[in-house]
């Protein structure tokens, strides 16, 4: 299959991981920004990890580059725009871009400030390029239990205007979800979704209390329910949806090889699971390159290709228009090959 000409969604994608080195290039040399390597071989370096990174804390070190030039209204709307662009280039036709706003509030700007920039760059790429979106807002579990309130809060006015979720992220410790409950639960309160970042880095439990404790309806990453099997089954049964992510997941070491990788068995079984980038240039990946990873491992159907298209179709946080939409450019590529799309409620 040609996965570029194909259309592709995606609901796992971070911003400060997915800036083009060329603007971190060119936005700091405009505002003045100190990098920490003149030559951009050496910046390369420095924000692109490697497939043998030693575990997720060294993979997230790649974030420090980024977010330096991520503290202007101009630089976020760029960096947006930009980012959707990437993705409309390779047919990407819907995409959920998730983002800390706290990250980028160190030289003055505020959290709706942040917001609001972030959600221009979006449209304005819509208004250029065949692509629709919307934003996830993250809460850094790095960060206190208090900041994430704030998130909350802030971000509850864009909510139906741009922003659709809540998110949890960062360095994954055993039990994270109890500290969380009564923020998550506001958000859920306020008409927030939930997806929440757990069973990355080998604590399949966590995932368990994701869905649980914060009533989770997606999953990022959920690699290490296969050796849980009570979240391995709570999650088959609720047919909660997995982003997985797996360039992302052999540089930090969910997996050590893209053949151990479970996406595929989790497929089989009936698990719903979706592809997606995580960070385009941290991972130095795109949405293509990922169906072609799992692709030249598993040998992908094109019955496969159209389930996963669905099961991001459907598992996505879009208006139900958006999604009519969605389904609409698969059929356009296959005509009647997919009309069994027609008979899905959404």
């Not at 205007?161 to 923020?183: H, M, Q, T």
């Not at 939930?194 to 009533?215: M, R, S």
Request: hydrophobic letters at 35%; glycine letters at 6%.
């Amino acid at each position: 299959m040609n996965f570029l000409a194909l259309p592709k969604i995606e609901l796992h994608c971070h911003l400060d991981g997915s800036v083009r080195l060329e603007t971190i290039i060119d936005i700091a040399q405009k505002e003045g920004i100190p990098l920490p390597f003149s030559d951009k071989k050496d910046l390369e370096q420095k924000l692109i990890a490697p497939l043998d990174c030693d575990s997720l804390d060294e993979y997230l070190k790649r974030f420090s580059l980024p977010n330096l030039v991520m503290q202007s209204k101009e630089s976020l709307r760029r960096i947006t725009f930009e980012l959707f662009e990437d993705a409309a280039q390779e047919n990407v036709k819907y995409m959920e871009v998730r983002f800390g706003p706290l990250l980028h509030i160190l030289k003055g700007l505020d959290i709706e400030e942040v917001i609001q920039s972030v959600i221009e760059g979006m449209r304005e790429a819509e208004s250029i390029y065949e692509i629709k979106g919307n934003i996830i807002l993250s809460c850094l579990r790095t960060m206190s239990v208090e900041s994430s309130f704030e998130v909350v809060e802030k971000g509850k006015k864009f909510l139906g205007k741009g922003v659709v979720a809540i998110d949890l992220c960062a360095s994954e410790n055993e039990g994270f979800c109890e500290r969380y409950v009564e923020p998550i639960a506001l958000a859920k309160e306020y008409g927030y979704r939930v997806t929440i970042h757990a069973g990355e880095t080998g604590i399949g439990k966590n995932v368990l209390d994701a869905i649980e404790l914060l009533d989770a309806e997606r999953i990022g990453h959920g690699v290490f329910i296969k050796d849980c099997p009570e979240a391995y089954r709570k999650v088959k049964e609720k047919q909660v949806v997995l982003e997985m992510c797996p360039t992302s997941n052999v540089q930090t070491k969910a997996v050590q090889h893209y053949s151990d990788h479970p996406i595929f068995q989790f497929h089989k079984d009936g698990i719903k699971v979706t592809i997606n980038t995580d960070n385009r240039t941290v991972s130095d990946t795109t949405m293509s390159k990922e169906f072609h990873c799992v692709n030249n491992e598993f040998n992908l159907s094109e019955e496969d290709y159209r389930q996963i298209y669905l099961n991001s179709v459907e598992a996505s946080f879009a208006e139900q228009e958006t999604k009519k939409w969605c389904l609409a450019q698969f059929q356009k590529k296959h005509g009647d090959g997919s009309s069994c799309f027609t008979s899905i409620s959404i």
